[in-house]
């Protein structure tokens, strides 16, 4: 069945560092989603790609569809202590029922 | 405040006992969900409430009972469960379908003696 697969795992940086964490599929994606969940918190949606190539920003968030719709990225530039928190991606397979997720890329950062 | 609510936040039970997690959206959304989020997996899709109609994961065991009374409300009814079992159990709602963006309940962290 369709995986998505996040890496990294774990990210720690300084803050004013940037971070990126990459998401991939082996299956072809109508979309992708990404969530945030802050420590002891519940996910909450930040955005949704659709369009092979699609950019979309969001102030230092940066997102990107690859064209292929296999992959994913999210970069976030210039991080702040409350960047602190899981990414989530999920996606969607053309013939699939429900969406996918994955692990999720736990990022820290330090002051 | 998220327009989920799921009650209770906590819960712990014994392997023998029944219990029923409960989840109430105030978005008039149309698709409800109940997801299993362990440490070190990703989010387990459980049940689907769309559009009235119930998709499953069919690796779910039984001991999981969802009911779906109105487009609102959403409860998952909890019997003869294992350790494994311990977990987050989130409830989400969407409006356009089950692949639309879903909006979480707090969760309810559910501990199996």
């Known amino acids: 069945g369709q995986q998505v697969m996040q890496i990294p795992q774990y990210q720690h940086v300084q803050e004013g560092e940037d971070f990126t964490t990459y998401c991939n599929s082996s299956t072809t994606l109508s979309n992708i989603q990404w969530y945030k969940q802050r420590p002891g918190g519940h996910p909450v949606f930040l955005i949704q790609l659709v369009k092979s190539g699609e950019v979309k920003k969001q102030k230092r968030l940066t997102f990107q569809f690859g064209e292929a719709k296999k992959n994913s990225s999210l970069h976030i530039t210039a991080t702040q202590t409350t960047d602190v928190g899981t990414y989530f991606c999920?996606?969607?397979?053309?013939?699939?029922?429900?969406?996918?997720f994955g692990k999720g890329t736990s990022l820290l950062v330090t002051p | 405040e998220t327009g989920v609510t799921q009650t209770p936040r906590h819960l712990v039970m014994g392997m023998t006992n029944k219990k029923s997690l409960k989840c109430e959206q105030h978005l008039g959304h149309n698709a409800m969900y109940w997801y299993k989020q362990s440490a070190k997996k990703p989010l387990e899709l459980m049940f689907v409430y769309s559009l009235e109609e119930r998709v499953e994961n069919n690796s779910v065991p039984s001991r999981f009972s969802p009911e779906c009374p109105n487009s609102s409300h959403l409860f998952l009814h909890l019997h003869t469960l294992q350790p494994e079992d311990s977990a987050l159990y989130l409830c989400?709602?969407?409006?356009?379908?089950?692949?639309?963006?879903?909006?979480f309940g707090d969760g309810t962290r559910l501990s199996i003696l």
């Open positions: 999920a996606g969607r397979a053309n013939s699939g029922y429900a969406l996918n």
């Open positions: 989400a709602s969407s409006q356009g379908g089950q692949f639309a963006p879903q909006h």
